[in-house]
């Protein structure tokens, strides 16, 4: 179980020198988690959780199952108060503003903290092209030139030579893979600040689990990324920090290259070592 | 005994054998006995009909006198469609958006649960009832029978339908969807309509059809609410002819003419139910 850990590491290692050259000392804090709490109905999911999101990095969460690590980003842009019952408390900083402040619009910051979900959702009722402009037509977003937008955005998830030649057929005509790819383009194509990814490979294969990883380096260049992830491996590819909770508690949080060979705590130790979870 | 126990694996029992060839028999028997009245009520109206459709039927109204040949429905066709287009004007809306209350936001409080089993009740209420009821709230307050009145008692019809279908419609719409619309900065309601709404488009449409469907040939709501006109009306405080009333008067008339023009009637009338649930179908498998 540690070798293959030890590999892909070493991989990111590697191929990864954007991080080392920016160096955590110098980047800034985008957004910044405090005491958040989050419940489903009266159950307590998230204990109060403090952690900070570095920016134009990419922010790895890890955990066993029920852990709060979902939990936790869909409180980041406000989408866990959309299921009945959900509530949050706390603080959540997005530029040095509370997006949990009186007054704050939670569609307001939806926009600009996207997100990308487990099962691919591409609109059924929208082509291809309109899946990409989606966020734009429905905020009534003006752009000058759609056709360069939607060819941009799809080159920048890397879907632009597959579907070029149909754009207009349905967004739910396409495979998994590339329906993931372009919800990720749907999401990017309002250009947020920061994108949340709630397991965006656990419902695709290998190959198409590659492109994605592919594309959160890219992309995490120039946006902010959390991505939550139950592969930890995956985590320790494309991520520059990694945060490990447990029973909805953050335990561990550090430079991804520590946390998976110079754990500090027990139980961050036992899990990335496969001795739970 | 291994030996044994394999063959017993591989070969069917007879009396499992013949058990399966009479249920499956059964089966089938049933199926046919089921469809011999569909068959049988289509043969008839279509035989009986046929020939007495003319394009006076479609031109005369029904007030030329029995004794005379050449009658027709038109009085009947054109109220037949305004009483079911005021149906359809206040049935759809109100029960649509209370399809959209009861599945996005009222989901399962109190309130949402009552309306949700007052509607499922309502639809098991006899049209006779809510023809009675029309018939207080309306006529008897207007003192005269009218076109509104008669639609007014189809929408209440419609209401039930309309609204739980196009509730199970919405439910369909799986939550990821909406998520993906709020994730992107869409309000709420924006979220409902453009998304949610356009996904199950489809499948309410299809619910709506069937409702229309279903009042196009209810009689009984219709007897003393729009009572009928021997004369082409388009006044919605006039009584009007309606197909289904004007069948059930010509059907029971001691004249061949007039038992013919509802024979003529009762075939127009099926055709276009007909119609309606051919393109409830075709609209729904487009959307596969």
Same mark, same amino acid.
């Given at each position: 179980?540690?070798?293959?850990?030890?590999?892909?590491?070493?991989?990111?290692?590697?191929?990864?020198?954007?991080?080392?050259?920016?160096?955590?000392?110098?980047?800034?804090?985008?957004?910044?988690?405090?005491?958040?709490?989050?419940?489903?109905?009266?159950?307590?999911?998230?204990?109060?959780?403090?952690?900070?999101?570095?920016?134009?990095?990419?922010?790895?969460?890890?955990?066993?199952?029920?852990?709060?690590?979902?939990?936790?980003?869909?409180?980041?842009?406000?989408?866990?108060?959309?299921?009945?019952?959900?509530?949050?408390?706390?603080?959540?900083?997005?530029?040095?503003?509370?997006?949990?402040?009186?007054?704050?619009?939670?569609?307001?910051?939806?926009?600009?903290?996207?997100?990308?979900?487990?099962?691919?959702?591409?609109?059924?009722?929208?082509?291809?092209?309109?899946?990409?402009?989606?966020?734009?037509?429905?905020?009534?977003?003006?752009?000058?030139?759609?056709?360069?937008?939607?060819?941009?955005?799809?080159?920048?998830?890397?879907?632009?030579?597959?579907?070029?030649?149909?754009?207009?057929?349905?967004?739910?005509?396409?495979?998994?893979?590339?329906?993931?790819?372009?919800?990720?383009?749907?999401?990017?194509?309002?250009?947020?600040?920061?994108?949340?990814?709630?397991?965006?490979?656990?419902?695709?294969?290998?190959?198409?689990?590659?492109?994605?990883?592919?594309?959160?380096?890219?992309?995490?260049?120039?946006?902010?990324?959390?991505?939550?992830?139950?592969?930890?491996?995956?985590?320790?590819?494309?991520?520059?920090?990694?945060?490990?909770?447990?029973?909805?508690?953050?335990?561990?949080?550090?430079?991804?290259?520590?946390?998976?060979?110079?754990?500090?705590?027990?139980?961050?130790?036992?899990?990335?070592?496969?001795?739970?979870? | 005994?291994?030996?044994?126990?394999?063959?017993?694996?591989?070969?069917?029992?007879?009396?499992?054998?013949?058990?399966?060839?009479?249920?499956?028999?059964?089966?089938?028997?049933?199926?046919?006995?089921?469809? *011999?009245?569909?068959?049988?009520?289509?043969?008839?109206?279509?035989?009986?009909?046929?020939?007495?459709?003319?394009?006076?039927? %479609?031109?005369?109204?029904?007030?030329?006198?029995?004794?005379?040949?050449?009658?027709?429905?038109?009085?009947? *066709?054109?109220?037949?469609?305004?009483?079911?287009?005021?149906?359809?004007?206040?049935? *759809?809306?109100?029960?649509?958006?209370?399809?959209?209350?009861?599945?996005?936001?009222?989901?399962?409080?109190?309130?949402?649960?009552?309306?949700?089993?007052?509607?499922?009740?309502?639809?098991?209420?006899?049209?006779?009832?809510?023809?009675?009821?029309?018939?207080?709230? *309306?006529?008897?307050?207007?003192?005269?029978?009218?076109?509104?009145?008669?639609?007014?008692?189809?929408?209440?019809?419609?209401?039930?339908?309309?609204?739980?279908?196009?509730?199970?419609?919405?439910?369909?719409?799986?939550?990821?969807?909406?998520?993906?619309?709020?994730?992107?900065?869409?309000?709420?309601?924006?979220?409902? /309509?453009?998304?949610?709404?356009?996904?199950?488009?489809?499948?309410?449409?299809?619910?709506?059809?069937?409702?229309?469907?279903?009042?196009?040939?209810?009689?009984?709501?219709?007897?003393?609410?729009? %009572?009928?006109?021997?004369?082409?009306?388009?006044?919605?405080?006039?009584? /009007?002819?309606?197909?289904?009333?004007?069948?059930?008067?010509?059907?029971?008339?001691?004249?061949?003419?007039?038992?013919?023009?509802?024979?003529?009637?009762?075939?127009?009338?099926?055709?276009?139910?007909?119609?309606?649930?051919?393109?409830?179908?075709?609209?729904?498998?487009?959307?596969?």
């Amino acid at each position: 179980m540690s070798l293959p850990m030890r590999e892909s590491v070493r991989v990111k290692r590697d191929t990864n020198k954007t991080s080392a050259e920016k160096g955590p000392e110098a980047a800034s804090i985008k957004m910044n988690a405090e005491g958040l709490k989050a419940w489903f109905g009266s159950s307590l999911a998230l204990k109060g959780v403090s952690l900070p999101i570095v920016d134009k990095q990419v922010t790895a969460i890890i955990g066993p199952s029920g852990c709060g690590k979902s939990t936790f980003v869909r409180c980041l842009n406000r989408m866990h108060e959309v299921v009945p019952g959900a509530r949050a408390e706390g603080t959540v900083m997005l530029d040095g503003a509370d997006i949990y402040g009186p007054g704050t619009d939670p569609v307001l910051v939806r926009r600009r903290v996207g997100m990308v979900f487990q099962k691919p959702n591409p609109f059924p009722t929208m082509s291809i092209r309109d899946n990409v402009l989606a966020g734009m037509k429905l905020n009534r977003v003006a752009v000058t030139d759609r056709d360069a937008l939607v060819e941009q955005t799809l080159r920048q998830v890397a879907l632009w030579d597959e579907v070029k030649d149909v754009l207009a057929r349905s967004g739910t005509s396409l495979s998994g893979g590339q329906q993931q790819r372009l919800c990720i383009a749907r999401a990017l194509a309002l250009e947020p600040e920061v994108l949340l990814m709630d397991e965006p490979c656990s419902a695709l294969d290998p190959i198409a689990t590659a492109r994605i990883e592919e594309l959160i380096h890219e992309i995490g260049k120039r946006v902010t990324i959390v991505i939550v992830t139950h592969n930890m491996q995956q985590a320790a590819r494309v991520s520059d920090h990694t945060a490990f909770f447990y029973m909805g508690e953050l335990v561990e949080y550090a430079p991804t290259d520590q946390l998976f060979t110079q754990p500090s705590n027990s139980r961050t130790e036992d899990y990335i070592t496969g001795r739970f979870g | 005994m291994s030996i044994a126990l394999a063959k017993q694996a591989t070969s069917i029992e007879p009396r499992r054998r013949i058990t399966d060839v009479v249920m499956r028999g059964l089966c089938v028997a049933a199926t046919v006995i089921a469809l *011999i009245p569909l068959v049988a009520v289509l043969y008839y109206v279509a035989s009986k009909g046929v020939g007495a459709i003319s394009w006076e039927f %479609f031109t005369h109204d029904s007030s030329t006198p029995p004794s005379e040949p050449g009658g027709g429905m038109s009085n009947a *066709i054109v109220g037949s469609l305004m009483v079911v287009g005021l149906a359809c004007a206040m049935g *759809i809306p109100v029960g649509v958006l209370t399809g959209v209350y009861l599945s996005e936001l009222g989901r399962d409080s109190m309130f949402a649960r009552t309306v949700r089993f007052t509607a499922d009740a309502m639809s098991g209420i006899p049209s006779i009832v809510i023809g009675v009821f029309t018939y207080t709230l *309306i006529v008897l307050h207007q003192r005269h029978f009218s076109a509104l009145a008669g639609g007014v008692a189809l929408a209440i019809i419609m209401l039930p339908t309309v609204t739980r279908t196009t509730e199970e419609m919405l439910k369909l719409v799986p939550d990821s969807l909406r998520e993906a619309a709020l994730a992107l900065g869409v309000p709420r309601w924006k979220a409902i /309509v453009t998304i949610v709404l356009r996904t199950a488009a489809p499948g309410i449409a299809t619910g709506v059809m069937l409702a229309i469907a279903r009042v196009a040939g209810e009689t009984a709501p219709l007897i003393f609410t729009a %009572f009928g006109n021997p004369h082409v009306s388009t006044s919605l405080n006039q009584p /009007v002819g309606t197909m289904p009333v004007l069948i059930f008067e010509d059907a029971k008339s001691p004249y061949d003419e007039l038992n013919r023009q509802a024979a003529a009637g009762a075939l127009v009338l099926v055709a276009f139910i007909l119609l309606l649930n051919i393109t409830a179908r075709l609209v729904v498998r487009r959307k596969k």
